[in-house]
Structure formats: C-alpha cells, structure tokens
C-alpha cells in the first residue's frame, strides 16, 4: 500500500518571503500522480498542483512550484512571495497513474501554514 | 469548470436517527465519488468508493450497514449515516471524478458537511 508522509505539522512564514512544505512517499508504483491540495478554514479543498510521475519537469502554478525528487520519492511545495490568503492546511496526496475510474487519492497528515504579517 | 456541491452544509440530529447527504457534480458526469471524513485538525480518511450503478466499495473498518452510500445517477450520490450517535459527529466530505477528455481524471471535492449528533 502506499504512504504520503508530511513531517512537518506547522510550517510559518513572513509575508512575502518563500516557504518550501515537504512531502515523501512510498510506492512501488512506476506510474503515478502526487497532488498538493489546500485546505483554507472554509474546509473546501482546493487543488493546488497536480505531477504526474513520467513527467521530469517540475510542475509549476504561478507561486507555486514542486521539487519532485522520483529517485527519492520526494514532493515538496515552494510557496513564493507568500500571502496572507495562502493561511491554510496542506495536504499531499498520491494516486495511482492506472486510470480504471475509482483510483482512490491517499493523503499525507498534513502542514497547516501560517503567513505573518 | 468541476463545480461540486453537498448538501446540508451543516446538520444537526438527535442520536438515533438517520440523516442523508447530498453529493453532486453540477456541471459534468461522475461516474465515480468518493466520501471521505475528517476529524478536527486531521486528515482526509476515505471512507467509501461509489461507483454509479452498482454498489460502494468500503474501507477497511467502516460499518457499511451504517453508512449507506447510494448512487443513483452519473451526477449524485448520497451517504446516509443510520442511526446517528455523537461519535459519528465529523465532518464529511465528497468528491466526484471528472473523466470527461483532456480533464486528466481530477477529483473534485465538494465543500463539505459537518454533521453534529446530539
């Protein structure tokens, strides 16, 4: 079975400056996609970005980057030029690259970010 | 867009009886949800697959007599708790998979539904 692990229980950062969140899983999986979803206190959950395991380039969304480290199975998330509206529970999640339909997402704890102003 | 809702957003209960939750994908077909709980300050912990047409495929360790998962059509699926007691008091979360071409399979969560057993 596969684990999403997040060490990192609460990460904080001035406004402004760079963040980097961290994720390790393990698999013995070849194909597969790793997600960094965000959770804000309204609960909804949000998909923050999304790295498919075939692809060697990491993925990037505006402020938002990956390191994706496949040898080291390791997914971490840099937060640029942060902003108070990126306060928020984080969560890393793996699913398998097999798509039959009912692929089931596994989440990592979770690294709730605080942003000071 | 993968626009998903739920209804109630909150419900309150006695303990005993039953209370159904509404999950649905409002501008494409799912064929698949997924219902997920979480407790405060803690993960996602999925609870069941619901698959249109046939029946929900559970997790290790949840009651599926207790948790009655129904979906009925490619845009809804419900998650009935039966007679409700405090500890089945959570927040309770859907997603539906969105297979239509070029989407990638993503799963898109609805926003929620904090049930509260009294």
């Known amino acids: 079975a596969q684990t999403v692990t997040q060490s990192q229980p609460e990460m904080s950062v001035q406004e402004a400056e760079t963040v980097t969140l961290s994720c390790t899983y393990d698999t013995s999986e070849s194909d597969y996609y790793l997600f960094w979803y965000k959770q804000p206190p309204s609960r909804q959950m949000i998909l923050v970005i999304r790295q498919e395991a075939y692809k060697q380039q990491n993925a990037t969304e505006n402020r938002f980057s990956v390191n994706f480290q496949k040898a080291a199975k390791s997914f971490s998330l840099k937060i640029s030029d942060s902003q108070l509206g990126d306060a928020a529970m984080y969560f890393c999640a793996y699913r398998s690259g097999a798509n039959f339909g009912n692929e089931k997402l596994t989440f990592g704890t979770g690294t709730r970010l605080t942003i000071i102003p | 867009g993968a626009v998903v809702s739920q209804h109630p957003s909150r419900v309150i209960c006695k303990s005993g009886t039953s209370v159904k939750i509404e999950c649905r994908s409002l501008d494409f077909q799912a064929t698949t949800m997924f219902w997920y709980r979480q407790f405060p300050k803690k993960s996602l912990m999925l609870m069941a697959t619901s698959n249109e047409g046939s029946k929900a495929t559970y997790e290790q360790g949840v009651e599926k007599d207790k948790f009655l998962i129904n979906h009925a059509s490619l845009t809804l699926s419900t998650l009935t708790v039966t007679s409700a007691h405090p500890e089945d008091s959570s927040f309770y979360i859907c997603?539906?998979?969105?297979?239509?071409?070029?989407?990638?399979?993503?799963?898109?969560f609805g926003p929620g539904t904090r049930l509260t057993v009294t």
């Open positions: 997603s539906a998979r969105d297979i239509r071409p070029g989407r990638g399979y993503e799963q898109y």
